[in-house]
Antibody
Framework: EVQLVESGGGLVKPGGSLRLSCAAS????????MNWVRQAPGKGLEWVSS????????YYADSVKGRFTISRDNAKNSLYLQMNSLRAEDTAVYYC????????????WGQGTTVTVSS | QSVLTQPPSVSAAPGQKVTISCSGS????????VSWYQQLPGTAPKLLIY???KRPSGIPDRFSGSKSGTSATLGITGLQTGDEADYYC??????FGGGTKLTVL
């Protein structure tokens, strides 16, 4: 069964840091680009970052560029998001997501992990 | 403020048909594929439509998608109470709409 399981969310003060992880199983992780998408409370979806299968290509939303770092470890079937200089507006559910069967949309999502930035 | 514009809410009776619109521009919908997602309360989004009008395996043909210019539409026929959810449009350029809450009266 294809599965993405996020972890690492929690409560952090403004200016603090947090590292999210996503454990993948049920597919050949090293063959697929991976993404982080977030959803603020009561709001819509927002793409955060993408990384290609071999980490050669990395992209960030302007809202997180310079503060967040995406990475992956294909040997461990894991995706990461290092979040620094966190702000209240980063409060959201963070989803790990990928496109397995289609190329133009996300067809596999994790259950999400909640990040709350508050003093 | 989401890049793509959706109505905040729509409603219809069980068995009826509803459409949800998604409006964008030439930089997103106009030159990219559109997808649609269903999000039930407290769960992750689920892909309903990709490449403007294709359904992943397992998605019933009650769900349909179309695109014209810089707008797209999701159609749902034979509404069921289980269809009550938030629906989001998105594009292959990684922008999303703000979501539409569907109420089945």
């Amino acid at each position: 069964e294809v599965q993405l399981v996020e972890s690492g969310g929690g409560l952090v003060k403004p200016g603090g840091s947090l590292r999210l992880s996503c454990a993948a199983s049920g597919f050949t992780f090293s063959s697929y680009s991976m993404n982080w998408v977030r959803q603020a409370p009561g709001k819509g979806l927002e793409w955060v970052s993408s990384i290609s299968s071999s980490s050669s290509y990395i992209y960030y939303a302007d809202s997180v560029k310079g503060r967040f770092t995406i990475s992956r470890d294909n040997a461990k079937n894991s995706l990461y998001l290092q979040m620094n200089s966190l702000r209240a507006e980063d409060t959201a559910v963070y989803y790990c997501a990928t496109a397995l069967e289609v190329s133009s949309a996300v067809d596999v999502w994790g259950q999400g992990t909640t990040v709350t930035v508050s003093s | 403020q989401s890049v793509l514009t959706q109505p905040p809410s729509v409603s219809a009776a069980p068995g009826q048909k509803v459409t949800i619109s998604c409006s964008g521009s030439s930089s997103n919908i106009g030159n990219n594929y559109v997808s649609w997602y269903q999000q039930l309360p407290g769960t992750a989004p689920k892909l309903l439509i990709y490449d403007n009008n294709k359904r992943p395996s397992g998605i019933p043909d009650r769900f349909s998608g179309s695109k014209s210019g810089t707008s797209a539409t999701l159609g749902i026929t034979g509404l069921q109470t289980g269809d009550e959810a938030d629906y989001y449009c998105g594009t292959s350029s990684w922008v999303f709409g703000g979501g539409t809450k569907l109420t089945v009266l």
